[in-house]
Nanobody, 124 residues
């Protein structure tokens, strides 16, 4: 049973923008923090951004000021607006839902429920 459905990846030039979407079942969306991790080839999965169930947010330092995470409670969907994209943002982006505390977001990179992943490639 698919619980997180992602969309919105693709190829974009440096400096461009993309928006990722992740649709969840109502229960998952309402009860969990939701957000995004990414994994580049040869690298470990890392936090991009998380939004708690009450809407507070946590960002990786590398994306602060460029990426914005938001939740649409009517659509049970979390979005990641990515602006000023850089080649180093190239990765597979995974939607994540979890019930752990915010202190775990950076370190526990394998817990929770995951989407199938969507490729983001930033290249000229």
């Amino acid at each position: 049973q698919v619980q997180l459905v992602e969309s919105g990846g693709g190829l974009v030039q440096p400096g461009g923008s993309l928006r990722l979407s992740c649709a969840a079942s109502a229960n998952i969306f309402r009860l969990n923090a939701m957000g995004w991790y990414r994994q580049a080839p040869g690298k470990e999965r890392e936090l991009v951004a998380m939004s708690t169930s009450v809407g507070s947010t946590v960002y990786a330092d590398s994306v602060k000021g460029r990426f914005t995470i938001s939740r649409d409670y009517a659509k049970n969907t979390v979005y990641l607006q990515m602006n000023s994209l850089k080649p180093e943002d190239t990765a597979v982006y995974y939607c994540n839902a979890r019930s752990t505390s915010a202190s775990s977001y950076h370190t526990q990179t394998q817990v929770g429920t995951w989407g199938q992943g969507t490729q983001v490639t930033v290249s000229s």
